[in-house]
């Protein structure tokens, strides 16, 4: 029972992970695709690293699997928001479509979304 | 589990594409930090398939790696020095 509950969130997350990565190739702008990469691949990795952990249980497999995931858990977010405010500061362009920059308006720089 | 691995592979391969093509440089960063994430998890998948317990420590590895690499990059970008 335990087995099966594993492959199923092994499962879920590499159909996580291939969607985060369908996400990187066809999203229209730079903060978008992170976006839709990092969350997903966050979750997905996370879930296959759980499903290791279910089908091993408490060996040196399982125990290191379970600490992968706190390491996942807390690295790319953290990674994807500082790359993000880096690349807002350096003038990568939104996409023309966004409606609104809070985060450049509030700093009193010219706007930095893509002309139509 | 076979399947399982080249699906994983076969994303690995459109942060490829993201990387060779990308417009801006934070694009290339994001999308090989990804890649990274990708392969920790292959490795983790590979060492459950034959149950050896170091591809895991190897699975750690690359997540902290790509972790300081890309902070790294996103300080460079944002104007500072890494000490500030």
């Known amino acids: 029972m335990t087995d099966t509950i594993g492959w199923f969130f092994i499962v879920a997350g590499v159909v996580f992970n291939l969607l985060g ?23 997905g990795t996370c879930g296959i690293l759980f499903g290791i952990f279910l089908i091993a249980g408490f060996d040196s497999l399982g125990i290191k699997a379970l600490v992968a995931v706190l390491f996942v858990i807390f690295n790319l977010p953290v990674a994807s928001h500082a790359l993000s405010r880096g690349s807002l500061l350096f003038g990568v362009k939104l996409w023309r479509g966004t409606i609104r920059d809070e985060f450049t308006a509030d700093r009193g720089a010219d706007s930095i979304i893509e002309e139509q | 589990m076979t399947i399982l691995i080249v699906l994983l592979v076969l994303g690995a391969f459109f942060c490829l594409y993201r990387v ?34 170091y591809l895991l420590d190897l699975s750690i590895a690359l997540a902290i790696i790509s972790f300081v690499a890309t902070l790294a990059l996103a300080k460079y970008l944002s104007g500072r020095s890494l000490d500030d």
Do not use: E, H, W
């Open chain 1, 21 to 43: 990565c369908l996400g990187l190739v066809r999203f229209p702008d730079l903060y978008n695709r992170m976006q839709a990469a990092t969350k997903s691949v966050t979750l």
């Open chain 2, 20 to 53: 060779l093509r990308g417009p801006s440089i934070p694009d290339r960063v994001i999308a090989v930090d990804v890649m990274a994430v990708i392969f920790s998890s292959i490795t983790a998948l590979m060492g459950l398939r034959l149950r050896l317990a």
